[in-house]
């Protein structure tokens, strides 16, 4: 069953707006900049050895074998969620992994892999894992697997390559909650729909749209902000 997003005459939003810290990269950000801005992504290669220092709330992309953080000396950090990336035979052995924050897979496919995207993501979503979205996939993989992630209690993350990108996973979360055509929505994503949400409609959004990786989330950041969108 669809879930209703009611539009309206927007009001003033709460801190879990449309945008709020929806955007991460891997270069540090001025956190005094709020909104739109999220923790920055550090490997886990660059906390191990660096102890004495604070890295502050960041996702963690584990490049090394998650042990290693439990022994070795590190950096001093908050984990925000954890970002792997899996190759579809090792999906198995990613979901048994057990971490202190939430942990979001970004499957690596090849044309040999018997798993589609959606279904990838319901595994993932069936074993309690955040699936991950990169970027590259067609309209139609992209409106399968937000079907799975519209009824699915974890959420997903995802790539972007640019601003127009970010609009078409809004717009497209957006329509898979209200059971619209969702391959209109992120083929032409409408920033007036997304200004349009009300803040209960905007948070349930970001219950399911948990986070984008940009290349650079401050010119997307204002970006979005020059659509409208705050």
Do not use: K, N, W
């Not at 939003?13 to 909104?35: H, I, M």
């Not at 894992?129 to 993350?157: N, Q, T, W």
């Not at 969702?182 to 032409?188: E, G, M, P, T």
């Amino acid at each position: 069953m669809a879930i209703p997003l009611s539009l309206g005459v927007p009001r003033s939003r709460g801190p879990q707006s449309l945008l709020a810290e929806l955007l991460s990269g891997t270069a540090a950000v001025d956190p005094a900049g709020g909104g739109a801005l999220g923790p920055r992504v550090v490997p886990a290669s660059a906390l191990l050895g660096a102890a004495g220092t604070d890295a502050g709330r960041v996702i963690v992309g584990l490049d090394v074998d998650p042990a290693r953080l439990r022994t070795s000396e590190q950096a001093s950090y908050e984990a925000v969620r954890f970002h792997l990336d899996c190759p579809a035979d090792q999906l198995g052995d990613a979901v048994t992994l057990r971490l202190p924050s939430p942990l979001a897979v970004f499957v690596t496919r090849d044309d040999s892999d018997e798993l589609g995207l959606a279904e990838t993501a319901q595994h993932l979503a069936d074993a309690g894992r955040i699936p991950g979205l990169a970027s590259g996939h067609s309209v139609g993989e992209v409106a399968d697997f937000l079907a799975v992630l519209a009824h699915a209690d974890v959420g997903y993350v995802a790539r972007a390559r640019d601003t127009t990108e970010v609009l078409a996973l809004l717009s497209g979360t957006v329509a898979s909650l209200r059971g619209d055509d969702v391959r209109a929505a992120l083929a032409a994503p409408d920033p007036a729909t997304l200004t349009a949400l009300i803040p209960e409609a905007a948070e349930a959004v970001r219950e399911v749209l948990l986070g984008v990786e940009v290349h650079d989330p401050v010119l997307v950041a204002r970006e979005l902000s020059d659509a409208g969108l705050r």
